[in-house]
């Protein structure tokens, strides 16, 4: 069974920054495109950022400029650097593997607040 193991969220002030991590681990990695989704509490799970194999990366506009995925396949880890935070960005952030059949992490929660 694959397993994806999301860290590095927590409480941060607005205009702070977080790396999350998701570490993949009883999959080939590399062949695979990584994402970051996120679920506001009464809203539904949005897609906000992938990175395929071969590095390209897509955003949601709302975190264009401010957010970068990025992935380390020796590692089998996807990373997700956030900057200049936002009320907003308040939710938990998962971390799914692409493919025939996807796969999802336990969620990590983030808090923008003063």
């Known amino acids: 069974q694959v397993q994806l193991v999301e860290s590095g969220g927590g409480l941060v002030q607005p205009g702070g920054s977080l790396r999350l991590s998701c570490a993949a681990s009883?999959?080939?990695?590399?062949?695979?495109?990584m994402g970051w989704y996120r679920q506001a509490p009464g809203k539904q799970r949005e897609l906000v950022a992938t990175?395929?194999?071969?590095?390209?990366?897509n955003y949601v506009d709302s975190v264009k400029g401010r957010f970068t995925i990025s992935r380390d396949n020796a590692k089998n880890t996807v990373y997700l650097q956030m900057n200049s935070l936002k009320p907003e960005d308040t939710a938990v952030y998962y971390c799914?593997?692409?493919?025939?059949?996807?796969?999802w992490g336990q969620g990590t929660q983030v808090t923008v607040s003063s």
């Open positions: 799914v593997r692409g493919g025939a059949q996807w796969y």
């Open positions: 009883r999959t080939i990695f590399t062949i695979y495109t």
């Open positions: 990175i395929t194999s071969g590095g390209n990366t």
